[in-house]
């Protein structure tokens, strides 16, 4: 499977937890200027921006340390044109799901942070 497939299955498994949890999809893979957003979420009145990140291993810190401060920004100025785009006024959040392998081949441990970094 190649890179695009697999990032691909990772977003249909993060987009199956936060609905299971309740939050309804109002977009899949914004691409804007600056970068784009793997799932936009409603939770409640609050729209939720979220990054999703897969590795197979845990070398170099797992899946949550890639998500830097680079990323973060180029998320925050993404999200920015997506409110402005759409004419959206409501509050905001931004929340990571983590997705690795976990210990047996099979299984996946997925986290999900929410409002894991702000404006």
């Known amino acids: 499977m190649d890179s695009t497939a697999i990032g691909n299955r990772m977003e249909a498994i993060a987009e199956r937890h936060l609905?299971?949890?309740g939050l309804r999809i109002v977009e899949r893979n914004f691409r804007g200027?600056?970068?784009?957003?793997?799932l936009i979420a409603r939770d409640g009145g609050t729209l939720v921006f979220v990054e999703v990140r897969?590795?197979?291993n845990r070398r170099f810190g797992g899946a949550g340390v890639s998500v830097d401060f680079r990323k973060q920004r180029k998320l925050l100025t993404t999200a920015n044109g997506y409110l402005q785009y759409r004419k959206i006024d409501?509050?905001?959040r931004f929340d990571v799901i983590t997705i690795e392998r976990g210990d047996?081949?099979?299984?996946?441990d997925i986290d999900w942070i929410q409002n894991a970094f702000g404006q």
């Open 19 to 21: 609905t299971n949890a």
């Open 90 to 92: 409501c509050p905001c």
């Open 33 to 38: 200027r600056f970068g784009e957003i793997d």
């Open 54 to 56: 897969y590795r197979r």
């Open 104 to 108: 047996h081949k099979e299984s996946l």
